[in-house]
Nanobody
């Protein structure tokens, strides 16, 4: 059974940093493409980071240079390092993967950037 559990969210001041973690079960990070998304009320979920099974990463311009996605295959954990956070980064952050036509989401972790 695939399970994704995010942690690491919280309240941080503008310019600060947070590292999110997504503990996984039932999947092998070395053969799954993994993603982080975020969502604010009234808006669609936004893709913020991708890491392929080969370890290739990709980011939208809104977070490029500030966010870094990584994975620890033996620990079955996906990470999102977020630096120089801005108020517009405030959102619920989700990890996601797809396998054999099925979508798998975690429950999300709240990130609030405010002074």
């Amino acid at each position: 059974q695939v399970r994704l559990v995010e942690s690491g969210g919280g309240l941080v001041q503008p310019g600060g940093s947070l590292r999110l973690a997504c503990r996984t079960a039932g999947i092998n990070l070395s053969i799954h493409n993994m993603q982080w998304h975020r969502q604010t009320p009234g808006k669609e979920r936004e893709l913020v980071a991708v890491v392929s099974r080969e370890g290739i990463t990709n980011y939208p311009d809104s977070v490029k240079g500030r966010f870094t996605i990584s994975k620890d295959n033996p620990r079955k954990t996906l990470y999102l390092q977020m630096n120089n956070l801005k108020p517009e980064d405030t959102a619920v952050y989700y990890c996601y993967t797809e396998w054999r036509g099925r979508d798998f989401w975690g429950q999300g972790t709240q990130v609030t950037v405010s002074s």
